[in-house]
């Protein structure tokens, strides 16, 4: 019974926070997955600290869940879902080599996938020492799951890392009756294929179908994508829900519809609350929807209070979280100023920098050929407002990146080399967005080509 009243919860939920995007088909469906999913976590924690780790806490929770969202879709059907007004596609046309090449690519890297799983069925060393140990405490601790952001914890744990990712699986576990591997790598699949549908569905909806597969693609054939999933690290759970709220923002400023940018705010913010560097993309993509000319000034402003409205009731459950319960960050506890006026420090970290770039998961140059396109075809191509934001948005979150290694007490060359593909991991569908939407023109101006 509480399995099903938990399905429920996050089906409903989902479905009734993707039903403000006036979206259909693939887009709209892996967007009420992924708030569903977010939203389930979420609303978990804020039970957890407010009730305790009571069974019936969580039933209650998903219960008025379930009911809150049924009650939001009654509401929307009776007064009709909002519709993009941009044009259909039924017209569109394009080769069939394309999604089919896409289809084969996703049907390989769910073998790739399986087989790391079952080599590594505790994932990678993140997995094991963070995100599922954190799920573990909480599953297992009841009303002691306090002790689970111990300061006495040693701190490769970081007990400050939020807790959207833990949270689905100290649930999973907890529904289950106990610990099984393939929760774990289930969920972690999941938001590796959500990704996925959510990038080619997007591009489709703004791009038309032979971009949008074309984008999926691209997603299938990075190397590390299908690794960092199979880890079941967070990486790939922060980038999914950046990757929504950029393609929400996107299709706000192309579009017309602003009342999009408060999901967009809502997606970031599920973002934030699955690691650190999600608050920094946050930030950077309000900053960015604030500074690029998409619409008059005034009505920019409204956009990112709307994306800010959005956002507010993670964020605040974030601030709690951070002020009242995890506090210390072992990169910034001891941080100071100082090593930003080094300037041997700082060529030491673009030398590091430059070097990943090259040899990005052993020699692919993946980022090589992005930097190409970057350089010699998009300053030819006419410039697009969608695409200009996430543009700006991506390059504030790597320039936020790079004071943060500079600030952060670890060796140089070694934390760059650790944690430097994980973050492009969180960035790449975002740049893989803003890159398509760069070189193809809109649906309403391509038309059926």
């Not at 989902?14 to 006036?22: M, N």
């Not at 995100?131 to 701190?155: C, H, I, M, T």
């Not at 506090?327 to 970290?349: F, T, V």
Request: hydrophobic share 60%.
């Amino acid at each position: 019974m509480s399995a099903l009243l938990a399905a429920f919860a996050v089906a409903l939920s989902g479905a009734a926070a993707a039903s403000f995007t006036g979206t259909r088909g693939a887009l709209r469906r892996a967007l009420a997955v992924l708030f569903g999913l977010g939203i389930w976590s979420a609303a978990w924690a804020v039970a957890l600290f407010a009730y305790g780790a009571d069974p019936r806490v969580r039933l209650a929770k998903d219960a008025l869940l379930a009911a809150v969202a049924l009650a939001v879709l009654v509401f929307q059907r009776r007064r009709g879902s909002p519709r993009d007004p941009g044009q259909p596609l039924q017209g569109a046309e394009t080769s069939r080599w394309l999604p089919a090449s896409a289809v084969a690519a996703a049907a390989l890297a769910t073998v790739f996938f399986l087989e790391h799983t079952l080599r590594y069925p505790d994932g990678g060393w993140d997995a094991w020492a963070i995100w599922n140990l954190r799920a573990r405490f909480l599953a297992r601790a009841g009303d002691g799951f306090r002790a689970a952001f111990s300061p006495e914890l040693l701190f490769w744990t970081h007990p400050d890392y939020p807790l959207l990712l833990p949270g689905i699986l100290a649930q999973a576990f907890l529904l289950a009756g106990e610990e099984p591997l393939w929760i774990p790598a289930a969920i972690a699949y999941a938001f590796a294929a959500l990704t996925v549908v959510l990038l080619g569905a997007a591009v489709r909806e703004l791009r038309g179908p032979g971009w949008g597969a074309l984008a999926a693609l691209a997603l299938l054939a990075t190397p590390c994508f299908v690794g960092f999933a199979a880890n079941q690290q967070s990486d790939v759970p922060v980038g999914a829900f950046l990757l929504a709220a950029g393609a929400l923002s996107a299709m706000a400023v192309e579009t017309g519809r602003p009342r999009l940018l408060a999901l967009a705010g809502a997606a970031a913010s599920l973002a934030a609350w699955t690691k650190n560097e999600g608050l920094v993309y946050l930030l950077a993509l309000a900053i960015a929807l604030l500074a690029v000319r998409w619409a008059a000034f005034p009505e920019r402003l409204r956009g990112v209070i709307r994306f800010g409205c959005g956002a507010l009731p993670v964020l605040a459950l974030l601030a709690w979280f951070k002020l009242r319960v995890a506090h210390a960050n072992d990169l910034l506890s001891q941080a100071s100023l100082e090593p930003l006026l080094d300037a041997r420090r700082w060529a030491e970290l673009f030398g590091a920098l430059l070097r990943r770039v090259v040899f990005f998961q052993s020699w692919s140059l993946w980022l090589v050929a992005e930097l190409v396109v970057l350089i010699a075809v998009v300053p030819r191509l006419p410039p697009r407002a969608s695409s200009r934001v996430l543009a700006l948005a991506v390059a504030l979150a790597l320039s936020a990146a790079a004071v943060v290694y500079m600030l952060q007490p670890h060796e140089l060359v070694w934390f760059v080399r650790a944690s430097s593909d994980r973050v492009l991991v969180q960035l790449w569908p975002s740049i893989v967005l803003a890159t398509v939407l760069s070189l193809a023109a809109p649906v309403s101006a391509a038309g059926s080509r």
